[in-house]
């Protein structure tokens, strides 16, 4: 993957723009090889942006809970549009007031001028329409942004599902996180970019109130390079739904927990043959702790290990790995509240300084937490023997 290390994306947030549709291609983009600034007008590097949590309870329209808080790597006002090879204008409501402002209006004519991929999603078109470039452009979106597509001339592509996503030349749009995988994968090629040893088989273990974002963080970075990833929990079956938890620092002596998205199950947990798969991978969160409590959970996760089969697990999820007896000897990290459960089973704790660390001891990767996700998730995709080059 170092020769992704020259491309160089820039991402447009705002305050209030969707959670996962600002995380999920700025950890993965990393995990790819990829350097990715994350910028705000007003905002300087260390400065944050409130997330916004999208989805929806059964009513007329969207709900709005609150997200995590997103860190911004780069300042708005110092930025040089022609180092970048790409843009990324996440949703939520960000881009309503984003598309008043002057400054990114033209930041987005340089991109689409220079013919240089730009990946929109959700109500993000709202800034390609006020930078006016959709004419005569084939576009998506989420489907109450249909008016100002249609008046600012783009050719309306009806999303069929949330997950949709289209291209038309240098311009990449998609409904909404659910296109993640198919809206990176299109980013990516954009850049220049190729995916080697695809088609991996990968089983994620899920509970109610993990973390959020480490269940969809690496579930959609596996599926945009082509990975076939099921998710299964205890007692659920397919369309079943896993609430999660956000937890993040907000000034207490430890983390906050607000509720996150509900992450829906793809397979069933009942039918999963360990043979059938390349590797697991287990979220962190509050789910570890009953699931560490389940004889199935902890055979499917020996199993694996029998079978010298990758195992990734971060956060609270070691306090699964160590219930199953599979730490013994080995190097492991985890959040450092499970410090206790790693060295009582025998591993060797390795101190997650800083906290984006992450450790491989043969096919064991662990992690403290979802800071983590871009190393985590490239250590991976190498005992998956997934490549990225460009």
């Known amino acids: 993957m170092d020769s992704a290390a020259h491309k160089h994306v820039l991402m447009i947030c705002g305050d209030y723009m969707e959670d996962y549709e600002v995380m999920v291609p700025f950890q993965t983009l990393q995990a790819y090889g990829i350097k990715v600034d994350a910028v705000c007008p007003g905002k300087k590097a260390g400065d944050k942006c409130p997330t916004a949590i999208l989805q929806f309870f059964g009513h007329q329209t969207y709900s709005e809970l609150r997200g995590h808080n997103f860190e911004l790597t780069a300042t708005f006002d110092y930025i040089d549009v022609k180092m970048y090879d790409g843009l990324v204008i996440p949703g939520g409501r960000a881009p309503e007031y984003l598309a008043l402002n002057e400054s990114v209006l033209e930041l987005v004519k340089h991109f689409f001028d220079s013919n240089k991929p730009i990946a929109a999603i959700c109500h993000g078109q709202l800034i390609l329409a006020a930078a006016g470039v959709l004419k005569e452009k084939m576009c998506t979106a989420y489907p109450a ?73 690496p579930f959609q970075a596996l599926q945009s390079l082509g990975c076939n990833v099921d998710a299964i929990c205890p007692g659920k079956n397919v369309g079943d739904t896993c609430l999660t938890a956000i937890h993040d620092f907000e000034g207490d002596q430890t983390y906050s927990e607000k509720p996150g998205h509900k992450f829906t199950l793809n397979a069933n947990f009942e039918d999963v043959k360990v043979e059938d798969f390349d590797a697991l991978v287990i979220p962190g969160g509050r789910a570890p702790e009953y699931l560490a409590l389940s004889d199935k959970v902890l055979s499917i996760v020996k199993l694996f290990a029998e079978s010298k089969k990758p195992i990734a697990s971060i956060c609270h999820g070691q306090q699964i790995l160590a219930a199953a007896n599979i730490l013994k000897g080995k190097r492991c990290t985890a959040y450092p509240a499970v410090k206790l459960n790693v060295l009582l089973a025998g591993a060797e704790w390795m101190e997650p300084e800083p906290i984006t660390k992450c450790f491989t001891d043969e096919n064991l990767v662990t992690a ?22 460009f």
């Open 145 to 217: 942004v249909k008016p100002v597509v249609v008046a600012a001339g783009g050719v309306w592509k009806e999303p069929e599902a949330l997950s949709a996503c289209c291209i038309d030349g240098n311009l990449i749009t998609s409904a909404a996180w659910h296109g993640h995988p198919e809206y990176i994968s299109l980013f990516l090629k954009s850049l220049g970019g190729k995916v080697t040893g695809t088609g991996k088989r990968v089983l994620f273990l899920c509970g109610d109130y993990m973390e959020d974002y480490e269940i969809i963080v």
């Open 368 to 389: 403290a937490a979802w800071p983590a996700h871009p190393e985590f998730i490239s250590h991976i995709m190498v005992l998956l023997g997934i490549s990225v080059s």
